[in-house]
C-alpha cells in the first residue's frame, strides 16, 4: 500500500511539473516572440533558448529562434536550431525550406539538393538543385534543372548565367551565348558577366562583338588586366585593326618584357592574319632572346617565303629540321608547327 502511495505521488509530481515547464516554455516562447516583433533580437533569442531549456520538444521555439539567428546574421546557430526543429517534425515545409536556403548559401550542395527535392513548396527548389548540381560539376542535371526552373522563372538573370556556364562546360557555345545574353540584357551593369560574353564571342572568332562586350564590361569598371588587354588586343588583331592591336598587347609586353608566349601568340596573330612584315619582327626577338628556338625558327623560314623570298626561307626552315628533326613532318603535310 506504501508503495501504491509513492507512486502515485511521484505521478502526480511529474505532470505537475511538466505543466509547469510547459508554462514556462510557453511564457519565454511568448516573450520571446513579442521582443522579436521588437526588433530586440538578442534578447529574442535567449528567451527562445529558455523555452526550449524548459521544453527540448518546442519545435515552434526552435523555428522561432532560427528566424532570430538570421535577423542577427548568426547562420551557424540559425542552422543548428532549424536542424533540431527537422528532427523534432521532418516534414515541416518552414523548416525544410530555411534548411535548403543555408545549406545552398554555406556551399554544402549535396546538402542543399537532398533538401530541395523534399521541398514542394520551395519556388525556386529547381534553381537550387540546378546551380548546386552545377557547382557539383554534373552539368547534365544542372542543365534538366534550370531549364525547368527558367521556363517560369524567365528573368532570373543569376540562374541564367549559371546556365550559361553550364553549357560552356558542355561544350555548346550557341546555347551559352544565348542564355549569357538574356543574363547581361537583365543585369546590364555587370562588368564580369559583360566580359564573360565577350571571352563566348571571342571563343567563337566573332571578334567585333567581343570587342564590343570587352568595351562595355571596362566602361562598367572590369579590372583591365593583363589578361583583359592581351584578349582586348587579339580581338583587334583578328578584327582587322593590327595598328590598335598591336598598342593594346605593347602595354602587356611593356608590364612582361620579353615574355616569349605572349610575343610567340603576337607573332602567330600576324601570320594569321597575313601581316607577314610585322609576323617576322616578333618572331626575330624571340630568336634575339633564345637562337636554339627551332620551332620559331621554322616559322620565320615559312614568313620568309611568304614575303617571296623563297630560297631564303627554305633553308632556314632546313636548318630548323636539323636543329629538330620532328619539325620535318610539318613540311611533309605542308602545315605548321601546332598546327597554326
Not at 9 to 29: E, G
Not at 93 to 110: C, D, G, K, M
Not at 200 to 218: C, G, I, P, W
Request: glycine fraction near 4%; hydrophobic fraction near 35%; charge should be negative.
Amino acid at each position: 500500500m506504501k508503495t501504491l502511495i509513492i507512486f502515485f505521488a511521484s505521478c502526480v509530481f511529474s505532470v505537475i511539473t511538466f505543466a509547469q515547464n510547459a508554462d514556462s516554455a510557453n511564457f519565454y516562447y511568448n516573450k520571446g516572440l513579442k521582443a522579436q516583433t521588437d526588433g530586440l533580437f538578442a534578447i529574442a533569442a535567449k528567451d527562445f533558448e529558455k523555452a526550449v531549456d524548459f521544453n527540448p520538444s518546442f519545435t515552434q521555439a526552435y523555428i522561432a529562434n532560427g528566424e532570430t539567428n538570421l535577423s542577427m546574421r548568426a547562420i551557424s546557430r540559425a542552422q543548428e536550431n532549424f536542424n533540431k526543429a527537422f528532427q523534432l517534425q521532418p516534414d515541416n515545409a518552414e523548416v525544410i525550406r530555411h534548411l535548403t536556403t543555408l545549406y545552398f548559401n554555406n556551399h554544402q550542395y549535396q546538402k542543399a539538393i537532398e533538401f530541395a527535392q523534399k521541398c514542394k513548396a520551395c519556388d525556386d527548389a529547381g534553381r537550387i538543385s540546378g546551380m548546386s548540381f552545377y557547382h557539383l560539376e554534373d552539368y547534365g542535371k544542372a542543365e534538366k534543372y534550370l531549364t525547368g526552373y527558367l521556363n517560369n522563372n524567365s528573368t532570373d538573370a543569376e540562374a541564367l548565367y549559371t546556365l550559361a556556364q553550364t553549357y560552356v562546360e558542355l561544350e555548346n557555345e550557341k546555347a551559352a551565348i544565348n542564355a549569357m545574353q538574356k543574363a547581361v540584357e537583365l543585369t546590364p551593369g555587370k562588368s564580369a558577366w559583360l566580359y564573360d560574353l565577350g571571352m563566348m564571342y571571342y571563343s567563337q572568332n566573332d571578334f567585333k562583338k567581343a570587342l564590343t562586350y570587352f568595351d562595355l564590361a571596362a566602361q562598367n569598371g572590369y579590372n583591365k588586366t593583363n589578361a583583359f588587354y592581351e584578349n582586348y588586343g587579339f580581338a583587334q588583331l583578328y578584327s582587322g585593326d593590327t595598328e590598335n592591336g598591336i598598342k593594346t598587347l605593347n602595354i602587356v609586353l611593356e608590364r612582361k618584357p620579353n615574355n616569349k608566349e605572349l610575343l610567340n601568340n603576337m607573332a602567330h596573330a600576324m601570320y594569321d592574319t597575313q601581316k607577314y612584315k610585322e609576323a617576322l619582327d616578333y618572331f626575330t626577338k624571340i630568336l634575339d632572346t633564345d637562337s636554339t628556338d627551332a620551332t620559331t625558327l621554322y616559322m620565320a623560314g615559312m614568313t620568309f617565303q611568304k614575303l617571296g623570298q623563297k630560297e631564303k626561307g627554305q633553308k632556314i626552315c632546313d636548318h630548323a629540321i636539323e636543329m629538330d628533326p620532328s619539325l620535318a613532318k610539318y613540311r611533309q603535310k605542308n602545315q605548321m608547327p601546332m598546327g597554326l
